[in-house]
């Protein structure tokens, strides 16, 4: 299955082949994805330096700006307090995917006017300017890591998540918020995470991806979900093509003239 044309250009030295692994292989897949684990963190680990930047303009900014109307203050411009209050959103929804909990007492307010002195104005639009410069250097981590694990929660794992974990990259917890240890997932769930995190973390910009079976192991429901989640993931990884190899229908799911059937177009050779 393709979702791109023919006329696409193909380079061979940028192929990624994904493998779907069957159950008498569980114990590779285990350590794959460990290796997946081992992977992110080191991938978090040098943005580090990056998330300390974004987290020293942020509080300079936030030394000259208050969250009350204090003798002396007056409100920021409109267009100058909309950015901080998308600033401090966009701060929210990466410390969902544990950015930045370093900043943890600054977002848990919900201020929706700032107040400065009038002196300050350039000095905090140039903190502004000197935020986003800085959060673009993060902003590509920050996308997969939420991807991956809004796409695999996506799946809806039987009593399970997937969470960020400083330690690991990733972990899996219950509903009791207990940690499952990998060798406990289903071979299904293992599947759907090594799949996802290859095609997040592994794909360059205009590769070519194939992935052999990736209904291995999987409930019918999310074969049926597989495309929509590859499509979702493409707006991050970027890759060129997606080519997928499947004896399964639902995957298709009535998107057949995206399909080629190679049985139908085979040619016996003697």
């Excluded at 909309?82 to 410390?95: A, Y």
């Excluded at 997969?144 to 990733?170: D, L, M, Q």
């Amino acid at each position: 299955e393709s979702k791109f044309n023919e006329e696409d250009d193909f380079n061979p030295r940028n192929v990624i082949m994904i493998n779907s692994d069957r159950a008498n292989n569980i114990e590779d897949l285990d350590e794959r994805i460990r290796e997946h684990r081992d992977l992110l963190v080191s991938i978090l680990n040098d943005s580090l330096h990056n998330q300390k930047k974004v987290i020293s303009v942020v509080r300079s900014m936030f030394s000259i700006v208050h969250t009350e109307n204090r003798l002396g203050l007056a409100s920021l411009p409109p267009m100058v307090n909309e950015r901080l209050v998308g600033i401090i959103q966009r701060l929210k929804e990466s410390n969902r995917y544990g950015f930045f909990p370093e900043l943890n007492d600054l977002l848990e307010s919900n201020v929706s006017v700032y107040y400065s002195n009038e002196t300050d104005g350039a000095a905090i639009s140039g903190l502004i300017s000197e935020f986003f410069s800085m959060y673009n250097h993060v902003a590509d981590t920050i996308k997969r890591v939420s991807t991956f694990i809004e796409i695999v929660n996506g799946f809806e794992f039987a009593f399970k998540k997937i969470v960020p974990c400083s330690k690991h990259g990733f972990a899996v917890k219950n509903i009791f918020n207990e940690l499952v240890e990998i060798d406990k997932l289903s071979s299904g769930e293992k599947n759907i995470i090594s799949i996802m995190f290859d095609l997040i973390f592994k794909t360059e910009n205009g590769a070519t991806i194939l992935i052999d079976e990736p209904e291995i192991s999987l409930h019918v429901s999310w074969q049926r979900d597989l495309i929509y989640r590859f499509e979702q993931i493409s707006e991050c990884s970027l890759y060129n093509q997606l080519i997928i190899a499947t004896h399964s229908p639902e995957i298709i799911n009535d998107d057949w003239e995206s399909s080629i059937d190679l049985y139908a177009n085979h040619e016996v050779c003697r």
